[in-house]
């Protein structure tokens, strides 16, 4: 652990997030990375029932088919996503030094921050992300664990700020996950979650098993009520709506993708005024 002391975190943040312990295995990026694991050591698998859903498990296997650090081929859809990192930016406290990136996939926080002199720790189910994330985006700033949300090895009041972009309804229960993260917050620390608003869930039958699965394995649909009601306990939560899907339908990013955060939110507000087809939910939760 002397390397990963002294070239990655010093040994006062790793007690501080309460990291180094029993359960946790240092491990090497390609490039030399070091970062820790935190997953059960029978190959990421879950201690779930065969009438449950093994999400690590599942996500497991997903990183090692899909690549997150590439585009999508849809210009639409990564305009979309551009503007949902604008609107988490923005609300990010200034004042929130240490980060959390949970379900980092194509690391994109760590990138927007990473000239911002904060601390980000990218966290995945995946070992590939990770190594990832850590190998495109080095220096001790940034670190990586390979670890379980609701079963997290973070000491209490670790983090300033938690984000989990398009997360939340990937999770078997939502408010479980919440809970989970909101002890690793500190006394004046927010979590800021995105995830799509009312989405009709569309389940199709796998190839595999011949049982009906939802796509992109969304599991739950959320409104402003949903959100409000599943807050930590002791947190209070303000939330926004946003997005078109008209605007995205009509493929506008070719003649709006120019345009500032701050103009585009006047134009994405009016556009839901005249038809209402709101795609994102922010909320943010915050201790009282």
Not at 5 to 15: F, G, N, V
Not at 154 to 173: K, L, T, Y
Not at 257 to 274: F, Q, V
Request: glycine share 6%; proline share 4%; aromatic share 6%.
């Amino acid at each position: 652990m002397d390397s990963y002391l002294q070239e990655r975190i010093s040994a006062d943040r790793l007690a501080e997030l309460g990291l180094k312990n029993g359960n946790d295995s240092e491990c090497q990026s390609p490039a030399g990375n070091i970062y820790l694991n935190h997953l059960p050591l029978n190959e990421g698998k879950s201690q779930e029932t065969a009438t449950t859903f093994d999400y690590i498990a599942h996500y497991t296997a997903d990183h090692e088919t899909f690549d997150y650090f590439e585009n999508s081929p849809c210009a639409a859809q990564v305009d979309d996503e551009r503007r949902v990192h604008e609107r988490i930016l923005e609300t990010i406290p200034e004042n929130a030094k240490h980060i959390l990136d949970v379900g980092c996939g194509g690391a994109w926080l760590a990138k927007a921050m990473k000239n911002s002199g904060r601390e980000i720790t990218s966290m995945d189910l995946s070992h590939i992300n990770v190594e990832k994330a850590l190998d495109k985006l080095a220096g001790n700033w940034h670190h990586g664990i390979v670890a379980d949300s609701v079963k997290h090895p973070f000491r209490n009041g670790a983090f300033d700020c938690i984000i989990a972009s398009e997360v939340i309804e990937h999770v078997p229960d939502p408010k479980i996950f919440l809970a989970s993260l909101a002890t690793a917050l500190s006394d004046n620390g927010s979590i800021i979650i995105t995830t799509p608003y009312k989405e009709h869930i569309i389940h199709e039958t796998c190839i595999h098993c011949n049982h009906a699965t939802p796509r992109n394995a969304h599991l739950h649909s959320f409104d402003e009520k949903i959100l409000t009601s599943i807050s930590p306990t002791g947190m209070k939560a303000e939330y926004q709506i946003f997005g078109n899907k008209a605007l995205m339908k009509l493929r506008t990013h070719n003649v709006l993708g120019w345009i500032s955060p701050s103009i585009y939110k006047k134009i994405d507000s009016m556009a839901n005024t005249l038809i209402n087809k709101p795609a994102h939910i922010m909320i943010t939760y915050r201790k009282i």
